[in-house]
């Protein structure tokens, strides 16, 4: 399927709506979650228009990936989780239930946070 250039972190990446900025360099927005399960919430997404973590996989470029990667180090440092721990998650299609078709890594953390997975359907 095309990548759908009307979502709502393209959007946010073209400037049109706004974000609440944690980290960004030329290949990665983080950003706050507008509606955060945790006392931190952070999305972290490539800059590329990437739907799901197999199109990027497949590919996304050497220094793409080392970005992305990367901005987790940084975003879970600036957020003061790194010591305290924190959970990285990436929903991918229909059965995870993701959303937003942008590949986007929720960082959470802050509290203790249950576990995996949530026991409804
Ligand atoms: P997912 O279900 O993995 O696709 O997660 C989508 C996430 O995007 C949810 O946690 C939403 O709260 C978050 N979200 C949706 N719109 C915005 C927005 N405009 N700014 C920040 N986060 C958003």
Redo the contacts with the bound molecule.
Sequence with gaps: MAYDQKN?FAK?LRGQ?P?ETVYEDDYVLA?????P?APV?V?IIPKGPYENMTEFSTKATSEEKAAFIGAIGVVVKLKEIDESGYRT?V?NGDD?????PHL?I?VLGGRRLGGLLSSSV
């Design positions: 709502i946010i709506i974000c950003f706050e979650d507008i509606n399960q919430h999305l998650i929903n995870s239930m993701q959303e937003v986007h929720h």
